[in-house]
């Protein structure tokens, strides 16, 4: 499975962008990458999946370059509600197979 | 989205006794369920996937005589964690696959006293 690295922390505060970026230098060629969020306590929420190029839904959007060795997870508009840990997992195929976790990336959005 | 719930949400023991946390997938049908713990400030640590009908992979260092897995019908997979200590103490969460997406239970809470 492809290790994963993203930072530890990132400060925003609330209405501003929010750019995480992971690394996942060893990406195989079946592999999707995936996004979770995840409050304390709380099992992680699936928030986006792609697998080349850009990927866009109603909360998040997803950039992976063309050598998809690292990915970019863009949260717009940012409020204290999104106050949470990130996690960049690279899986074979779509979700449906056991997922690695790494550290994730601890956000603290302030007012 | 599907919906994977977890029961008890949180459960308080003593030492030497067995807890039972059961994993459903309400709406659809999991071929695969796969369990996580947890630790404070930490990831999600894989402890084993579970397949209807067939016994559990075991991740490399979890004990499976001591984290006992069944996956008896495609809704329900259970974990039991038997002569529970202090140091079983976590956040164990399940998730549910079906074609092409994976959903996590909401956790349960275990505390070993």
């Known amino acids: 499975l492809a290790k994963t690295t993203q930072p530890i922390s990132m400060d925003s505060y609330e209405g501003q962008e929010v750019n995480i970026t992971c690394s996942h230098n060893n990406i195989a060629t079946n592999d999707y990458i995936t996004w979770y969020q995840q409050f304390p306590s709380q099992g992680p929420r699936f928030i986006i999946q792609g697998y080349k190029t850009k990927v866009t839904n109603e909360v998040a959007s997803l950039f992976i370059p063309a050598d998809r060795k690292s990915s970019t997870l863009s949260l717009p508009r940012v409020s204290l509600s999104d106050t949470a840990v990130y996690y960049c997992?690279?899986?074979?195929?779509?979700?449906?197979?056991?997922?690695?976790f790494g550290g994730g990336t601890r956000v603290l959005v302030k007012p | 989205g599907a919906v994977v719930s977890q029961h008890p949400s949180w459960v308080i023991c003593k030492s030497g006794t067995s807890v039972k946390i059961e994993c459903r997938s309400l709406?659809?049908?999991?071929?695969?369920m796969f369990w996580y713990r947890q630790f404070p400030k930490q990831s999600l640590m894989l402890m084993a996937t579970s397949n209807e009908g067939s016994k559990a992979t075991y991740e490399q260092g979890v004990e499976k005589d001591k984290f006992l897995i069944n996956h008896a019908s495609l809704t329900l997979s259970t974990l039991t964690v038997t002569s529970a200590h202090p140091e079983d103490s976590s956040f164990y969460i399940c998730?549910?696959?079906?074609?092409?997406?994976?959903?996590f239970g909401p956790g349960t809470r275990l505390t070993v006293l």
């Open positions: 998730s549910a696959s079906t074609v092409g997406e994976q959903f």
């Open positions: 709406d659809f049908q999991a071929t695969t």
């Open positions: 997992l690279v899986a074979e195929g779509a979700a449906g197979n056991k997922l690695t």
